[in-house]
């Protein structure tokens, strides 16, 4: 796995690649609550990269989301594989967070 932060307008870009299971999603969680510590009001997740995601992935974004709600952020997550939309679906997920198909819808709604 591999996550690569870019700022773009205020606005904090994390892109991750490979797969958020129970061998990286404590390098995922660091990574992200780290970023979200660290002062990020706005996150966009870019996920076109992501090729598998476990319930121990579903549970690092859960965190991510409730940590940004209780800092009055916002975060949406994009460019997901109709796979990984597939596990977010029927775990209930979709639900819980904005789901936007691009990087630039990501980017405009968060602006």
């Not at 870019?46 to 916002?74: E, I, N």
Request: hydrophobic residues 50%; proline residues 1%; charged residues 25%.
């Amino acid at each position: 796995m591999k996550i690569t932060s870019t700022m773009m307008e205020n606005i904090l870009l994390l892109a991750i690649e490979g797969r958020v299971d129970t061998n990286t999603a404590a390098e995922a969680e660091e990574a992200i609550i780290t970023t979200i510590d660290n002062g990020a009001a706005r996150l966009a997740v870019d996920f076109s990269g992501l090729d598998y995601v476990s319930s121990a992935g579903l549970r690092v974004f859960l965190l991510a989301a409730k940590k940004m709600k209780k800092t009055g952020g916002q975060m949406v997550l994009c460019g997901m594989k109709p796979i990984i939309k597939e596990v977010f679906d029927m775990s209930g997920f979709s639900a819980l967070f904005i789901i936007l198909g691009t990087r630039e819808e990501a980017l405009n709604s968060l602006k």
